[in-house]
Nanobody
Framework: QVQLVESGGGVVWPGGSLRLSCAPS????????MAWYRQAPGKQRDLVAS???????NYEDSVKGRFTISRESANNTLYLQMNSLKPDDTAVYYC???????????WGQGTQVTVSS
């Protein structure tokens, strides 16, 4: 089994930046599709950004040009660089990986991001 351990959340002023990290609990040599989701209070969990096993990225429209998803290929550590943050970005952010037949779909525990003045 493998867990995804997230870090980097916090409270930031509008216009500020944060960088989220998501590290597997064990060494993983193959590349898998991974993504960041977020869930605001009273709302469903939505996709923010994804990266395929071949490195192709995809973004939800409201974060295009502000957020950047990346991965450290050596150990599948996933990042989300968030710039020009807005109050609407406030949510719990979840890391997700599709480990397919090895360990299946796996979620991180979530990290809170609050954008407020």
């Amino acid at each position: 089994q493998v867990q995804l351990v997230e870090s980097g959340g916090g409270v930031v002023w509008p216009g500020g930046s944060l960088r989220l990290s998501c590290a597997p609990s064990r060494t993983i040599y193959a590349l898998y599709p991974m993504a960041w989701y977020r869930q605001a209070p009273g709302k469903q969990r939505d996709l923010v950004a994804s990266i395929d096993d071949d490195g192709k990225t995809n973004y939800e429209d409201s974060v295009k040009g502000r957020f950047t998803i990346s991965r450290e290929s050596a150990n599948n550590t996933l990042y989300l660089q968030m710039n020009s943050l807005k109050p609407d970005d406030t949510a719990v952010y979840y890391c997700y990986a599709d480990f397919r037949g090895t360990w299946g779909p796996t979620w991180g525990q979530g990290t809170q991001v609050t954008v407020s003045s």
